[in-house]
């Protein structure tokens, strides 16, 4: 790589870091109401809180054959905050 190229990456990382230790600039408290209005998950978007969601294999797979309905299995590995 030449010295150029490698001048110019050392400029984006040094601009970067820069910037990174700046911060967010904190939310107007006369802009909050609106932004949190529309951020906020609508009732029509969390159908999935309605569902009656079984955190036992053994007893959705009793309540399934008892019901003729499939099994949707929902699993992760790592951190539950993080899935990593």
């Given at each position: 790589?030449?010295?150029?190229?490698?001048?110019?990456?050392?400029?984006?990382?040094?601009?970067?870091?820069?910037?990174?230790g700046r911060g967010a600039e904190p939310i107007p408290p006369e802009q909050y109401r609106t932004l949190h209005t529309l951020i906020k998950p609508?009732?029509?978007?969390?159908?999935w809180a309605q569902i009656p969601w079984l955190a036992s294999l053994w007893?959705?797979?009793q309540r399934a054959a008892r019901e003729g309905k499939p099994i949707l299995l929902w699993e992760m590995d790592g951190h539950p905050l993080g899935c990593v």
């Open positions: 790589m030449p010295f150029g190229n490698y001048a110019l990456l050392a400029g984006c990382v040094v601009a970067a870091i820069a910037q990174a609508r009732a029509a978007e969390e159908k007893e959705a797979r």
